[in-house]
């Protein structure tokens, strides 16, 4: 399947323009106010996550926050959008910097080295999320674990950065608990899915 392919499940191409500069980009989403990502030219817009979307990717923040307070490593939300390259933009459901955060642009809006990326993924955005997209983020050196979320089930998938390359780590207990290394620290799935209703 294409890239761009992928891209259709959880983005809307933006109909107006068939290419765009990163300085086009930049200027419409702050004229817009709406998300986009970039990709080669392209911009997508984000499609609005459902409720367990949303609680998913919070309680799994919250518990971060807690964990790494008096450490080196700071949570960010869905705003903060991360640089891949010069020509790739895109938004994570929510990220970790370990140390000092790095930044393209002087407005501070373009992390260039989150140390954990994550995603809460559904079943529109899931092969983007684990194809494509995992792609971009394990291709930042900065980069020492990708987090998947699963919205619609229990389970986990975390990536993370060895010597010899990505070991994939699947978890699906509520039980669970994900090691976080590179952040030192670990979170629970039972504090992840915490008062989640799955639909039947």
């Not at 367990?52 to 450490?71: D, F, W």
């Not at 459901?93 to 809006?109: E, L, M």
């Not at 020492?144 to 089930?153: F, P, S, T, V």
Request: hydrophobic residues 35%; charged residues 25%; proline residues 4%.
């Amino acid at each position: 399947m294409a890239i761009g392919e992928q891209r259709d499940y959880h983005m809307v191409t933006n109909p107006q323009k068939e290419y765009w500069t990163v300085e086009e980009y930049l200027a419409y989403e702050e004229e817009t106010g709406i998300k986009h990502e970039y990709i080669d030219g392209e911009i997508f817009a984000m499609a609005g996550g459902t409720d367990n979307h949303s609680r998913i990717a919070m309680n799994a923040s919250a518990e971060l926050v807690q964990q790494l307070k008096g450490s080196p490593c700071h949570v960010r939300n869905s705003d903060m959008r991360v640089e891949i390259s010069t020509n790739k933009y895109v938004y994570p459901d929510f990220s970790v910097i370990c140390g000092k955060a790095s930044f393209a642009d002087d407005k501070h809006t373009m992390l260039t080295n989150p140390t954990l990326v994550a995603e809460v993924t559904s079943s529109s955005s899931v092969d983007y999320d684990r194809g494509s997209k995992a792609d971009y983020y394990r291709s930042l050196p900065s980069v020492k674990a990708y987090l998947i979320l699963d919205q619609d089930r229990v389970h986990a998938q975390l990536y993370t950065r060895h010597e010899a390359g990505w070991l994939l780590r699947e978890f699906s207990e509520k039980d669970a608990i994900i090691p976080l290394e590179a952040l030192n620290c670990s979170l629970p799935l039972s504090e992840v899915y915490r008062d989640i209703v799955f639909e039947d």
